[in-house]
């Protein structure tokens, strides 16, 4: 059995174990950079001149949206921004209000319910909302329609499982491993291969819906640490399976990432920088472990194991380490990028 040809949304709903209550790591880097981002906006960019004085719609999308807080949160520092800056350079010469749509875009299985019944009700009077189902692997949205786009913590996932990596008899046969941990040569280069063709094909796909000189926002890590994790997953499935099993996401070095982009050629590169996490300094605790990466590693475990494995996975995993806790300073050395892209 592949995870090859499947999309592995977060854990819908609004309970104790849904994304919605275990995303703060990912919105600390969120809240880390915005002011970059609203600095860039108001002091060096000219987006309201790309809108036509007499049709003041100014369109946001998010890219792998998942649901909230996250990404109400994001839409959200860009819609004040964007008016802010419409106050002091358009508002006495502009015909119309300026008006705002977004567009929510993941794939066809995230809980998109849960998404619009969870966003803030004062959000229904800040934007028009839109769904956008479909992989961001490429074109979710019309050509030139697209002001700002926004993604965080997603281009990690890959569109696939690179080819080979679950095949017993490839050199690429990841065994035991269950993501790429460059310890295997061969591993390593298809998870990079398979990189290089999924971020060509998305910033090709952004590259035609937004509009000259519209911007694309990303902000993620180049590097996780939740292979521990899976040590556990020997008790409850067996070795077979987890010899088949890889996880399409892949972290990608910083000069990966600058190559994409440069090789794509539709975009100048107005910020890349990175920096530490922000809860870098705090003491993660076993139970933030546990729920974080059930949050969003669950539905692709059940799809893969079963639905039987999920729960006494994460129950051994918790109890397990309250008798053994991980060092969790050799985790925390992770690096956050963020990125402002222009089209050209």
Excluded at 72 to 88: N, P, Y
Excluded at 234 to 255: A, C, D, H, R
Excluded at 263 to 287: V, Y
Excluded at 304 to 330: N, T, Y
Aim: proline letters at 4%.
């Amino acid at each position: 059995m592949s995870t090859s040809s499947q999309s592995y949304p977060m854990s819908g709903g609004d309970d104790q174990h849904s994304y919605i209550h275990n995303s703060s790591y990912q919105k600390a880097v969120i809240d880390g950079v915005e002011e970059k981002a609203r600095q860039y906006i108001l002091e060096k960019n000219n987006l309201l001149n790309l809108m036509k004085p007499d049709l003041s719609i100014f369109t946001i999308a998010n890219y792998g949206c998942s649901i909230g807080p996250n990404t109400f949160h994001a839409v959200q520092s860009i819609t004040d921004t964007v008016k802010l800056k419409h106050m002091k350079e358009r508002q006495e010469i502009s015909l119309v209000p300026l008006e705002f749509q977004v567009c929510f875009n993941d794939q066809a299985n995230n809980d998109f319910n849960t998404l619009f019944r969870t966003q803030p009700p004062s959000f229904e009077q800040e934007y028009f909302s839109v769904g956008v189902p479909g992989s961001f692997y490429g074109r979710v949205l019309p050509r030139n329609s697209i002001h700002i786009g926004h993604t965080s913590y997603t281009t990690h996932w890959l569109s696939k499982v690179p080819e080979h990596v679950c095949d017993k008899k490839s050199p690429a046969w990841n065994k035991n491993y269950i993501h790429c941990n460059n310890l295997i040569e061969e591993v390593t280069e298809a998870y990079k291969v398979q990189f290089r063709k999924d971020m060509s094909v998305f910033l090709k796909a952004r590259a035609e819906e937004l509009v000259p000189e519209g911007l694309m926002i990303a902000l993620g890590e180049l590097f996780i640490c939740f292979i521990f994790i899976f040590l556990y997953l020997q008790g409850v499935t067996t070795l077979e399976k987890i010899e088949l099993f890889s996880m399409p996401m892949y972290f990608p070095q910083y000069s990966e990432l600058k190559r994409a982009i440069e090789q794509n050629g539709s975009f100048t590169i107005e910020m890349m920088e990175t920096t530490s996490h922000p809860l870098e300094a705090l003491q993660l605790t076993n139970d933030f472990i546990t729920l974080m990466f059930g949050a969003f590693l669950s539905t692709m475990i059940e799809k893969h194991f079963g639905d039987f494995v999920v729960d006494e996975l994460f129950d051994q995993l918790a109890k397990k380490l309250l008798k053994h806790p991980i060092d969790f300073e050799k985790c925390k050395k992770n690096m956050v990028y963020y990125i402002i892209l222009k089209r050209k």
